[in-house]
């Protein structure tokens, strides 16, 4: 019988609830390593440890291992790894674990979302298996955004021609604009432009597809994009396409996720503009204040209101002191 998720909250570190973990593709991804018989699992990118939780708990019954692979691990996924014995954690960067580690059923391939880091990983797998033997593969990140727009953990480390301009602190992205714009979600280590050969996550998934006949890719459009690789003559390989057929590149998953991160995208905007209408009105209450403390200004009051008293008419419309004061309290 095919696992079931774990009662664990995938939104442990997600306080945005843009649903970032890899955990929520559990329903579909603890089938997959069921079916495929995986007794050991390398998961390339653990962060904090959402997903790693739900491996730990799923590997307790039959015993399997999990190696969590994450150069900056964050101290949840640290203490994780002190509380399973079931898990290892290895604090080095994905390119530089692969080649050592012993190769496992399943890779999990969830770390930096580049076309360059992933093609590696992809080749220093294969490299150690061909044809039937190789593992069952996972990924994510395969939608929008970094489906088809790099992403880079740090640049530097990334060859100078096959990195590209990055988004920076003062524009973000949007879903359906490739380039950037002022009120965009904020990701400053994106590529600035989305599309075109050597981009993206699932660009370099399918590059490496392409040239491998003998290979399955299955693409599930939903929480920023699920996707796996497998051998079509793997013993597993038949139970796997039963479970992933009736979502791949599903037309109405795809509408939804769409309308999802369309959604996400659009409430940012709105708190961009509603930081910028803050600022602005800060800006206006300071200089209200301002005027109610120049001398200028309550000279200019004081004569007013003579004025009034004498029966003079102002020369123009006179603003009072006390309406300032109404109008900073909002009245």
Not at 219 to 239: D, H, K, L, Q, S
Request: charged fraction near 25%.
């Amino acid at each position: 019988m095919a696992s079931s998720q774990p009662a664990l909250d995938p939104y442990l570190n997600d306080p945005t609830r843009w649903a970032t973990s890899m955990a929520h593709h559990a329903e579909l991804m603890l089938p997959c390593l069921d079916a495929a018989g995986a007794r050991s699992v390398v998961e390339v990118g653990a962060f904090a440890g959402d997903l790693t939780r739900v491996l730990v708990e799923w590997a307790k019954p039959s015993a399997a291992r999990v190696i969590a692979v994450d150069p900056a691990p964050r101290p949840q996924l640290e203490a994780l790894d002190r509380e399973h014995a079931e898990l290892e954690l290895v604090r080095e960067a994905s390119l530089e674990a692969l080649p050592r580690i012993s190769l496992p059923d399943a890779v999990i391939i969830d770390g930096d979302h580049n076309h360059f880091t992933v093609s590696e990983e992809l080749r220093l797998v294969a490299e150690r298996a061909a044809g039937a033997e190789l593992p069952l593969i996972l990924f994510h990140d395969v939608a929008w955004p970094h489906g088809r727009r790099d992403d880079y953990f740090d640049a530097d480390l990334i060859p100078e021609g096959r990195r590209r301009p990055v988004v920076g602190d003062d524009v973000g992205i949007f879903p359906g604009d490739p380039g950037v714009r002022p009120d965009g979600l904020p990701y400053p280590k994106s590529a600035r432009q989305e599309g075109g050969p050597g981009n993206g996550v699932l660009t370099a998934v399918e590059d490496f597809v392409a040239g491998r006949p003998e290979l399955r890719l299955a693409v599930v459009p939903i929480f920023f994009g699920f996707a796996a690789v497998w051998p079509r003559e793997a013993a597993y390989a038949a139970a796997v396409a039963e479970l992933l057929d009736p979502w791949d590149r599903n037309p109405a998953l795809e509408r939804l996720e769409a309308n999802r991160v369309f959604h996400i995208a659009t409430g940012y905007a709105r708190q961009v503009e509603l930081w910028r209408l803050q600022a602005r009105q800060a800006r206006q209450e300071a200089l209200l204040r301002r005027l109610l403390e120049s001398s200028a200004f309550a000279l200019a009051d004081r004569l007013s209101r003579l004025r009034k008293r004498a029966g003079v008419a102002p020369a123009q419309t006179a603003v009072s002191k006390d309406e300032v004061r109404r109008a900073l309290r909002g009245g």
